[in-house]
């Protein structure tokens, strides 16, 4: 079985562009959520998504955004970059969004990796 | 507001002895606590967590203990492996509070194991 997908693993865009981070659960978990990891950090909380809805927003711009599709993917949009915004972007997946980590906690894509020149 | 730290950045052992990696946090509202390991170019890989009810929980040779009234936590690994090189995050969840899944990390440990 498939882990957590995403794509691109990695890319470059300039000041100003527009990016879009892919990402693919676990088949079977409904509920995606979105971190970004700066180096020498902890992976920091930007979105939480449960059956389609919009679960949780961390402290991040409204020049962040996300969907989930259907098929429980999901994306993550980022208008107006910012050289700031060069990270590690992670998805994770769960069956549920809430308790079930206390379990099984979450499983993590191998990111996609953002550099902003 | 660094809800979750990890105030030791880097740790070394020899293989075969003990690790213990620390970790505090100030929110009283957590109720479930996670230790993940992250390997350079991997996302990061869940190890062992425990709920704010137990002081303690066991998987092999990985060990959490909650200690509640000092807002601490601690992973121990026995015996330490040249494999457990890794850096080790903490996290923290409000899950029943908050109704969502986040996750608030700590900024890491970067744990060496020397053969």
């Known amino acids: 079985d498939a882990g957590v997908t995403q794509s691109p693993t990695h890319l470059i865009k300039t000041r100003g562009q527009h990016v879009t981070l892919r990402c693919s659960p676990i088949?079977?978990?409904?509920?995606v959520s979105w971190y970004q990891q700066v180096l020498g950090q902890g992976p920091q909380f930007i979105f939480q998504?449960?059956?389609?809805?919009?679960?949780g927003r961390g402290n991040f711009p409204d020049r962040f955004s996300a969907r989930q599709f259907p098929n429980y993917s999901s994306e993550l949009n980022v208008n107006a970059l910012l050289l700031g915004d060069s990270a590690l972007y992670l998805c994770?997946?769960?069956?549920?969004?809430?308790?079930?980590?206390?379990?099984?906690?979450?499983?993590f894509g191998s990111g996609t990796r953002l550099t902003v020149v | 507001d660094q809800q979750v730290k990890q105030n030791s950045p880097s740790l070394s052992v020899q293989e075969g002895r003990i690790s213990i990696l620390n970790c505090d946090y100030t929110?009283?509202?957590?109720?479930?606590f996670l230790w993940y390991k992250k390997y350079p170019a991997e996302g990061p890989t869940f190890l062992i967590s425990i709920s704010s009810i137990k002081d303690k929980n066991e998987d092999g040779r990985f060990t959490v203990f909650l200690n509640k009234s000092a807002k601490h936590l601690s992973l121990h690994i026995v015996p330490s492996q040249p494999g457990d090189s890794a850096v080790y995050f903490c996290a923290a969840s409000a899950g029943t509070a908050s109704n969502t899944g986040k996750l608030i990390f700590g900024q890491g440990t970067t744990l060496q194991v020397k053969p």
């Open positions: 994770a997946s769960s069956l549920r969004g809430d308790t079930n980590l206390a379990n099984y906690g979450y499983t």
């Open positions: 998504y449960y059956e389609k809805e919009e679960r």
């Open positions: 929110n009283s509202m957590f109720d479930y």
């Open positions: 088949s079977g978990h409904k509920s």
